[in-house]
C-alpha cells in the first residue's frame, strides 16, 4: 500500500488548510487511515481518523470543533478539513493506514506511511 499526502502549506491563525491523502496499492477488506502529526520539539501524536466500513470518525480532543475528517465513498482518499488553524497546529502532518476497524492512538500499530506534509501556520 503507498500513500501520497497532498496540501501542505503556509496559512495564517485563523486560517484554514486542506490535507488529501491517496491510498493505491493492496486493498484489504478493513481498515483504519488517520492522520498524525509533529511539531517542532513535541512527539508524534493522533489527530484524526476515520474506519472503511462504516466511515466512523475519530478526532482529538486537541483539534476538535476545528478539524474535519473524511473520506470518499471507497475511503482510499481522507481529506482533513483544518479550520481557524493555530501557531500549535505548525506540524509536519502524516497519513497512515492499518489493517482492521480499530482505530490505534499510537504510531508503532499503523501499517503504511506517506511522506509528511509539511502545514505551517503563522501568528
Known amino acids: 500500500v503507498q500513500l501520497q499526502a497532498y496540501g501542505g502549506g503556509l496559512a495564517q491563525a485563523g486560517g484554514s488548510l486542506r490535507l488529501s491523502c491517496a491510498a493505491s496499492?493492496?486493498?484489504?477488506?478493513?481498515?483504519?487511515m488517520a492522520w498524525f502529526r509533529q511539531g517542532p520539539g513535541r512527539e508524534r501524536e493522533l489527530v484524526a481518523a476515520?474506519?472503511?466500513?462504516?466511515?466512523?470518525?475519530y478526532v482529538s480532543n486537541s483539534v476538535k470543533g476545528r478539524f474535519t475528517i473524511s473520506g470518499d465513498n471507497a475511503r482510499t482518499t481522507v481529506y482533513l478539513e483544518m479550520n481557524s488553524l493555530k501557531p500549535e497546529d505548525t506540524a509536519v502532518y502524516y497519513c497512515?493506514?492499518?489493517?482492521?476497524?480499530?482505530?490505534?492512538?499510537?504510531?508503532?500499530?499503523?501499517?503504511?506511511w506517506g511522506q509528511g506534509t509539511l502545514v505551517t501556520v503563522s501568528s
Open positions: 497512515a493506514a492499518r489493517r482492521g476497524e480499530l482505530v490505534a492512538y499510537t504510531g508503532a500499530l499503523y501499517d503504511y
Open positions: 496499492g493492496r486493498a484489504f477488506s478493513s481498515y483504519v
Open positions: 476515520i474506519t472503511s466500513s462504516d466511515g466512523s470518525t
